[in-house]
């Protein structure tokens, strides 16, 4: 029997998570790029076959990667060197032409098999790759969730085949065409979420020869990996206080892991060397930026929080405030994910603003009916949709809106303490994403949208609402109220 040990390190949703941060233990630092390429580092010099794999979402959530729209975070990844990395569906919050340069960028391959090119039916990205590794051949295959179409809504030349059937078909594709005898490992990098990666590898036929799925996107903390249809299916949390290391045994002659260990490794200073030189890379961006955005708009009575998606938050309500005092809109939906970090304040810069709702969008109002309205609540509070991947909302303050998990319905619906009307018109406040992705996450078509009478924009750039808003009031507090409950 010919075996070789690899060691695979695996990382997914780094989300621009570039600097470390204070632990509970005095001087101890957690997380952050600089420390994450340290202990990259150690291994590679440590192990003789050691590969290095990212998950999508490497963009998208910190301020230095939107203030240079994912170029930092690409400069910055080059220096971590991955052997090959996957899309996610924040690779494409910059547009596609940029998502096309930031490709260029990169010092390492980034492979997707489902997006296409609809007039040519033509893959817009490598959809595989083989590594050879001490004369062992790995296949990666790249696959990105059904939310990649949400980013698309704008480009009509795009399309991507995202069901997990279509996902298992061209997965089968590739490999009936490129796996021969020769391969020895096929791992798939996937953006799709842990519930989704076990249906698929259910999906998957065993000729096909998949053996492991590194994940991302549901931001799993996992505690050993799993086992589906006999591949192995692990995910390394978000952002960069850990990282997945595989070790593994792999047979030459039957193509087959015959032995490994997984774990999800801490990533501290306790027993790690930062990497000086990608720290001083960072801290040039760092130093940029903070000359720009360290500019106190406020300071609140205490820190709000914003502690999940699913769930009504003290952030949500008082952007969901903000912008109902727009003026004559009786439902405000804030798209909860678009919320990004857990908590605000006391002191707020223009930083903290950024960092925390940095998808600078536009808010239109609709008309819609009070049906419809009912229909909107009913979708987004069900118990299936809070899963840590649905589209949840927060909402203003005049709204109660409550729902029963053991009847699986909207019990009641009020605006203002009055019960909404079926028959009634009510406007409502949508940011420019949730408008065009309406009809998968609200059940309302564009035409559903404007039926009654044409929208209204009211703001151009939500961060500039936040923020004048915020310069203008101090000692601000909120609270959670019951204005989502559920029974």
Same mark, same amino acid.
């Given at each position: 029997?010919?075996?070789?040990?690899?060691?695979?390190?695996?990382?997914?949703?780094?989300?621009?998570?570039?600097?470390?941060?204070?632990?509970?233990?005095?001087?101890?630092?957690?997380?952050?790029?600089?420390?994450?390429?340290?202990?990259?580092?150690?291994?590679?010099?440590?192990?003789?076959?050691?590969?290095?794999?990212?998950?999508?979402?490497?963009?998208?959530?910190?301020?230095?990667?939107?203030?240079?729209?994912?170029?930092?975070?690409?400069?910055?990844?080059?220096?971590?060197?991955?052997?090959?990395?996957?899309?996610?569906?924040?690779?494409?919050?910059?547009?596609?032409?940029?998502?096309?340069?930031?490709?260029?960028?990169?010092?390492?391959?980034?492979?997707?098999?489902?997006?296409?090119?609809?007039?040519?039916?033509?893959?817009?990205?490598?959809?595989?790759?083989?590594?050879?590794?001490?004369?062992?051949?790995?296949?990666?295959?790249?696959?990105?969730?059904?939310? @990649?179409?949400?980013?698309?809504?704008?480009? %009509? =030349? +795009?399309?991507? /085949?995202?069901? &997990?059937? *279509?996902?298992? !078909?061209?997965?089968?594709?590739?490999?009936?065409?490129?796996?021969?005898?020769?391969?020895?490992?096929?791992?798939?990098?996937?953006?799709?979420?842990?519930?989704?990666?076990?249906?698929?590898?259910?999906?998957?036929?065993?000729?096909?020869?998949?053996?492991?799925?590194?994940?991302?996107?549901?931001?799993?903390?996992?505690?050993?990996?799993?086992?589906?249809?006999?591949?192995? @299916?692990?995910?390394?949390?978000?952002?960069? %206080? =850990? +990282?997945?290391? /595989?070790?593994? &045994?792999? *047979?030459?002659? !039957?193509?087959?892991?015959?032995?490994?260990?997984?774990?999800?490794?801490?990533?501290?200073?306790?027993?790690?060397?930062?990497?000086?030189?990608?720290?001083?890379?960072?801290?040039?961006?760092?130093?940029?930026?903070?000359?720009?955005?360290?500019?106190?708009?406020?300071?609140?009575?205490?820190?709000?929080?914003?502690?999940?998606?699913?769930?009504?938050?003290?952030?949500?309500?008082?952007?969901?405030?903000?912008?109902?005092?727009?003026?004559?809109?009786?439902?405000?939906?804030?798209?909860?994910?678009?919320?990004?970090?857990?908590?605000?304040?006391?002191?707020?810069?223009?930083?903290?603003?950024?960092?925390?709702?940095?998808?600078?969008?536009?808010?239109?109002?609709?008309?819609?009916?009070?049906?419809?309205?009912?229909?909107?609540?009913?979708?987004?509070?069900?118990?299936?949709?809070?899963?840590?991947?649905?589209?949840?909302?927060?909402?203003?303050?005049?709204?109660?809106?409550?729902?029963?998990?053991?009847?699986?319905?909207?019990?009641?619906?009020?605006?203002?303490?009055?019960?909404?009307?079926?028959?009634?018109?009510?406007?409502?406040?949508?940011?420019?994403?949730?408008?065009?992705?309406?009809?998968?996450?609200?059940?309302?078509?564009?035409?559903?949208?404007?039926?009654?009478?044409?929208?209204?924009?009211?703001?151009?750039?939500?961060?500039?609402?936040?923020?004048?808003?915020?310069?203008?009031?101090?000692?601000?507090?909120?609270?959670?109220?019951?204005?989502?409950?559920?029974?």
């Amino acid at each position: 029997m010919n075996t070789k040990r690899f060691t695979i390190l695996h990382s997914n949703d780094m989300h621009g998570d570039f600097l470390a941060e204070a632990g509970t233990a005095p001087g101890e630092m957690i997380g952050g790029l600089s420390l994450l390429s340290g202990y990259i580092n150690t291994v590679r010099s440590q192990e003789k076959n050691v590969i290095y794999t990212i998950s999508g979402d490497m963009v998208q959530g910190s301020i230095i990667d939107s203030e240079y729209r994912g170029i930092s975070t690409i400069e910055i990844m080059n220096y971590l060197a991955p052997d090959v990395a996957s899309l996610g569906n924040h690779e494409l919050d910059y547009g596609l032409p940029q998502l096309l340069f930031l490709d260029k960028m990169a010092n390492f391959p980034i492979i997707n098999c489902n997006m296409y090119i609809k007039k040519y039916n033509k893959r817009l990205f490598a959809p595989y790759i083989v590594k050879t590794v001490d004369d062992f051949d790995i296949l990666f295959i790249g696959i990105v969730t059904e939310a @990649i179409l949400d980013s698309l809504r704008m480009d %009509n =030349q +795009i399309s991507a /085949f995202i069901t &997990l059937e *279509d996902a298992a !078909t061209e997965i089968g594709h590739i490999c009936d065409a490129y796996k021969n005898d020769d391969i020895d490992l096929t791992v798939l990098l996937t953006h799709i979420g842990l519930d989704s990666d076990r249906e698929l590898a259910a999906l998957l036929k065993p000729e096909w020869g998949v053996d492991m799925m590194l994940g991302g996107h549901s931001h799993s903390l996992m505690d050993q990996p799993e086992l589906v249809n006999n591949i192995l @299916i692990a995910q390394a949390a978000v952002g960069t %206080n =850990q +990282i997945g290391r /595989f070790d593994l &045994l792999v *047979d030459d002659e !039957t193509n087959a892991i015959v032995d490994w260990k997984w774990q999800l490794v801490p990533i501290h200073n306790n027993n790690i060397t930062p990497d000086a030189d990608l720290q001083k890379f960072i801290d040039s961006y760092k130093s940029a930026i903070d000359d720009k955005y360290n500019t106190l708009l406020c300071r609140m009575a205490r820190k709000l929080t914003h502690p999940a998606r699913e769930v009504e938050t003290e952030v949500g309500n008082l952007f969901a405030d903000i912008f109902a005092s727009l003026g004559d809109v009786d439902v405000v939906l804030i798209g909860s994910g678009s919320i990004r970090l857990p908590e605000l304040g006391p002191m707020v810069t223009l930083r903290d603003l950024k960092q925390m709702f940095p998808y600078d969008d536009s808010f239109t109002r609709y008309t819609i009916t009070g049906q419809q309205l009912l229909n909107v609540f009913s979708k987004f509070m069900r118990k299936e949709n809070r899963n840590h991947e649905g589209e949840c909302y927060q909402v203003n303050g005049s709204i109660r809106a409550a729902y029963d998990d053991v009847f699986d319905k909207l019990v009641s619906l009020e605006i203002n303490g009055t019960e909404v009307d079926p028959e009634g018109h009510y406007k409502l406040g949508l940011q420019g994403y949730h408008a065009l992705n309406s009809d998968a996450n609200l059940g309302l078509s564009m035409d559903d949208l404007t039926a009654i009478e044409p929208s209204k924009v009211l703001a151009t750039s939500m961060q500039g609402v936040v923020e004048e808003y915020l310069r203008h009031h101090q000692a601000i507090t909120q609270a959670v109220e019951g204005r989502l409950s559920y029974r």
